[in-house]
């Protein structure tokens, strides 16, 4: 089966990106991304490509080559779906925050829409791609919806999950680890399917790169994926804390650990947590699933992940609050950063969210330099928790555009995402501008100790006296 027409329901952070190299690589195929966020979709056709709704090194040159020739973004769902004989859904499945699984299980409201909706509209056999980050045994949901209120036409239910690192998302796609596809290869149809998005794959990804599995395989893959990654966020990070205690420095241990073979070194570097729209989701996701099926121990397990997250973020802020005299009320901290992680605008989870609601707590004063975050944002992220009025937020936390008037006149900085070129800058100027004694709390443990240390900063980073 060739694939010629391609829709893609949701233009988020997955769609857009993984819909762009889709179309790059195959430019045989009209590629059409939809959403009925009108202002998301015109953003992505924005002729001025610093504004597309989300920054990721190289998307815009992606976008840039595809866009108008076989990559379009569109709000008319209804024909996309008409008109593909390959759809994904690509839409948000948030944590529940209502009724059964509150707190902890997806939410699949818009997931189940999708699926009415093609099964409404469409007239001609089609294949259905989960594109989401879902739990097992979504798919039999999916196809029971199809099959039960569609109009007779036969509908293939494949299981795509993404694995992208935000901020790398783009060599992600181009050169990744692996691709897996999971679908029923016990029918003709099924085979036909999998094969059909094989083969849009492998116009640039090798063969032996391609895995193909059950539906179910590739669904709980995905989220365990994420749960071992945040599983060695947490436990390093459990580590710095008991390095703290004994005068070990967490960069040693995690060297040392980390030239092991057996272990490695990736995602062995102690910070003040991780964040994301995946890692906590997906973990919470697990722990639901788990308890659904009487597996508490397993649930427990891997609910520790989350909470030794949680302490982290936490820890970071009381010792803030410890080392300036134990109280910072009236007084000002600087953020370098407020977005998850590096080259990326998403805050989702972001740790700088959590230690912010905290000081603002103990009513500090908090001024945020973000090199791609909005000030619009920040203060979303923050009203989204419903700790403080909004006039609260916006009076006790400014966003600057100016790194240094971010820092001027502070009596301590937080370094809360690992932005590089917070490393290049003039520190010893900083220094003279700030308030003395001047406190400087790395929470990704990127910046020069020594350096800072003989300008006279009291430095204090992760894992180490």
């Known amino acids: 089966m060739e694939i010629k027409s391609i829709c893609c329901i949701g233009a988020g952070y997955v769609g857009g990106p993984t819909m762009s190299v889709i179309a790059q690589k195959n430019q045989n195929i009209k590629v059409t991304v939809v959403d009925l966020n009108a202002q998301r979709i015109s953003a992505w056709n924005d002729t001025d490509l610093n504004n597309l709704p989300i920054y990721e090194p190289g998307l815009d040159e992606v976008v840039n080559e595809a866009r108008g020739r076989n990559l379009f973004f569109s709000n008319e769902v209804d024909k996309a779906i008409d008109e593909a004989q390959m759809i994904f859904i690509s839409v948000n499945t948030p944590t529940k925050t209502y009724g059964t699984g ?44 199809l099959d039960n209120t569609g109009n007779g036409v036969n509908f293939e239910i494949l299981s795509n999950p993404e694995f992208l690192a935000e901020g ?16 029923d290869s016990s029918t003709d149809k099924g085979k036909k399917a999998i094969q059909a998005l094989v083969d849009i794959y492998a116009s640039w990804v090798p063969h032996k790169n391609i895995l193909t599995t059950n539906v179910w ?24 804390e008991l390095c703290e205690a004994t005068g070990a420095d967490i960069q040693e241990v995690a060297k040392a650990i980390g030239m092991d073979s ?22 919470l996701n697990l722990v639901y699933i788990s308890k659904t099926l009487g597996l508490n121990d397993v649930a427990d397990y891997w609910h520790q992940v989350i909470l030794m997250n949680n302490h ?61 975050v909005t000030a619009a944002q920040m203060q979303l992220d923050l009203n989204y928790l419903n ?13 600057e555009s100016d790194p240094y008037v971010a820092l001027n006149g502070a009596h301590a900085i937080a370094v809360l995402t690992e932005w590089n070129e917070f490393q290049s800058y003039d520190w010893k100027y900083i220094y003279k501008n700030m308030q003395k004694p001047a406190f400087i709390f790395d929470g990704r443990n ?17 894992g180490y006296l």
């Open 387 to 399: 700790t403080r009025t909004k006039l609260e937020n916006a009076n006790y936390l400014k966003t």
């Open 262 to 283: 057996r272990i490695g070194p990736k995602f062995l570097q102690a910070s003040v947590g991780f964040g994301g729209s995946c890692f906590q989701k997906d973990i």
């Open 217 to 240: 395989s590739s669904e709980l893959s995905k989220l365990t994926a994420n749960a071992f990654l945040a599983q060695r966020v947490s436990s390093i990070n459990s580590l710095s």
């Open 312 to 372: 982290q973020r936490n820890r970071f802020a009381k010792n803030i609050i410890k080392t300036l005299y134990s109280t910072v009320n009236g007084k000002t901290i600087s953020f370098l950063g407020w977005a998850f992680k590096k080259d990326t605008n998403d805050t989702r989870e972001s740790a700088a969210i959590y230690v912010a609601d905290l000081l603002l707590d103990e009513k500090a004063t908090i001024k945020v330099f973000d090199p791609k």
């Open 446 to 462: 990127i910046l020069d100790r020594e350096v800072l240390e003989s300008i006279g900063f009291t430095y204090k980073g992760i």
């Open 168 to 183: 790398t998302a783009m060599r992600d796609l181009a050169v990744p680890d692996r691709v897996l596809i999971g679908g």
């Open 102 to 145: 509150k707190g902890m299980a997806a939410d699949l409201k818009y997931v189940e829409l999708c699926a009415r909706q093609i099964a409404k509209v469409a007239k001609s056999d089609k294949i259905v791609v989960e594109k989401s980050t879902l739990p097992v045994k979504t798919a039999e949901a999916i196809q029971n919806i």
